[in-house]
């Protein structure tokens, strides 16, 4: 290595940047709950196009973003001690994650989004669970909306966006 590393020695560096970012263990017991509950959900997808940060399952009609967090990254309240070694960097590096963490939420919020937090030792069939009952919410209040009238960008976001934009040009074209 040319130049210093972050790890407190090579071993722990080989086990650091072996950790997966996608296709966790927990992340893929959840998914197969979901899947087989005849959820289907994008994986590792942006919810916003212009948010550079992904969710770990998406339901975009639904505006449902899920993020399965691993207790270490990102510092559970009930698992999580700061290592024995290295301790500043590992200080810095868990207040950045849960900087980034609370604005991605806050961010998908604002746009409309409904982010549910997955802890790695949550109960995979009980969050499925849970994460059906707020797809399926999100899903009939969509429904709802449009069949009353009041569908509007607004409040259901950009998923009809495609559609009325054809919709305002296709109006154009006929006048």
Request: proline share 5%; aromatic share 8%; hydrophobic share 40%.
């Amino acid at each position: 290595m040319s130049r210093e590393s972050w790890a407190s020695s090579p071993a722990t560096r080989n086990v650091m940047l072996g950790n997966r970012s996608t296709n966790t263990a927990p992340e893929m017991r959840l998914r197969r709950e979901l899947h087989r509950m005849g959820l289907r959900y994008r994986v590792n997808a942006r919810p916003l196009a212009e948010f550079n940060r992904r969710a770990d399952i998406v339901f975009r009609p639904a505006r449902v973003a899920v993020f399965v967090h691993g207790c270490f990254w990102h510092a559970c309240p009930d698992h999580f001690g700061i290592p024995k070694t290295n301790v500043d960097y590992w200080s810095k590096k868990m207040n950045i994650n849960a900087s980034r963490d609370a604005d991605t939420e806050a961010r998908l919020r604002e746009a409309g989004w409904e982010p549910i937090i997955v802890w790695e030792h949550d109960n995979p069939a009980l969050a499925a669970r849970s994460i059906a009952r707020v797809v399926s919410r999100r899903r009939d209040l969509q429904s709802l909306m449009y069949r009353s009238g009041s569908f509007t960008d607004s409040i259901v976001g950009a998923l009809d966006f495609g559609l009325a934009s054809r919709r305002r040009h296709e109006c154009r074209r006929h006048s």
